[in-house]
């Protein structure tokens, strides 16, 4: 068993930045892709970022250019920086280790509650 935890959200106003945190423990041998989502209320989990061992990083559209993933395999870690934050970016925000290279979601965090006042 792997477990994830989120955190670094909070309540911050349009223009500010928030950088979110993801730790793996428990049964983790390496994770070779990650992958950060976001739910807000009354809508679906939508897939915002992604990352590979090699480091290739993926993004939606309504978060490239604002929205950095970066990973530490040392500490089991992935990270999501969070510039110009806009109101639509309330959510919560839940780390994932996906399956080897697939789309296939494994194991989820939490999630972390972010809210952008405007």
């Known amino acids: 068993q792997v477990q994830l935890e989120e955190s670094g959200g909070g309540l911050v106003q349009a223009g500010e930045s928030l950088r979110l945190s993801c730790v793996a423990s428990?049964?983790?041998?390496?994770?070779?892709?990650w992958a950060w989502w976001r739910q807000a209320p009354g809508k679906e989990r939508d897939l915002i970022a992604s990352i590979t061992n090699g480091a290739d990083q993926n993004y939606a559209d309504s978060v490239q250019g604002r929205f950095t993933i970066s990973r530490d395999n040392a500490k089991n870690m992935v990270y999501l920086q969070m510039n110009a934050l806009k109101p639509e970016d309330t959510a919560r925000y839940y780390c994932?280790?996906?399956?080897?290279?697939?789309?296939?979601?494994?194991?989820w965090g939490q999630g972390t509650q972010v809210i952008v006042s405007s």
């Open positions: 428990g049964s983790v041998v390496s994770i070779n892709k």
């Open positions: 994932a280790k996906l399956v080897g290279s697939s789309w296939l979601v494994d194991y």
